[in-house]
Nanobody, 122 residues
């Protein structure tokens, strides 16, 4: 199970931190990702992290503004979002691949999803 929190409304230039708490599986060796989907657009990868080694990926659109991190003891993945822009407005989802699978940026490779948390930037 994946449960996101931390979304909300913020003015352009502001910051938000999203959290994703995982349960029911081995957290310490898997790929976790944050994806987003705006109305009328495809779901896209924002950032991923492999929990055992901490290797990360960022979409070009968020590089330098967003940071993905994890706390293995808390089974939690975070997405720190800064310098937010109106185009960052979307539903943000936490997802994971099956244990042992490498990280990818394709949403179809992630079988497990949270319910999403809305981020609105005005």
């Amino acid at each position: 199970q994946l449960v996101e929190s931390g979304g909300g409304s913020v003015q352009a230039g502001g910051s938000l931190t999203l959290s994703c708490v995982a349960s029911g599986y081995t957290f310490s060796s898997c790929c976790m990702g944050w994806f987003r989907q705006a109305p009328g657009k495809e779901r896209e990868a924002v950032a991923t992290i492999f929990t055992s080694v901490g290797s990360t990926y960022y979409a070009d659109s968020v590089k330098g503004r967003f940071t993905i991190s994890k706390d293995n003891a808390k089974k939690t993945v975070y997405l720190q979002m800064g310098s937010l822009k109106p185009e960052d407005t979307a539903m943000y989802y936490c997802a994971r691949r099956r244990a042992g699978s490498w990280c990818t940026a394709s949403f179809s490779d992630f079988p497990y999803w949270g319910q999403g948390t809305q981020v609105t930037v005005s």
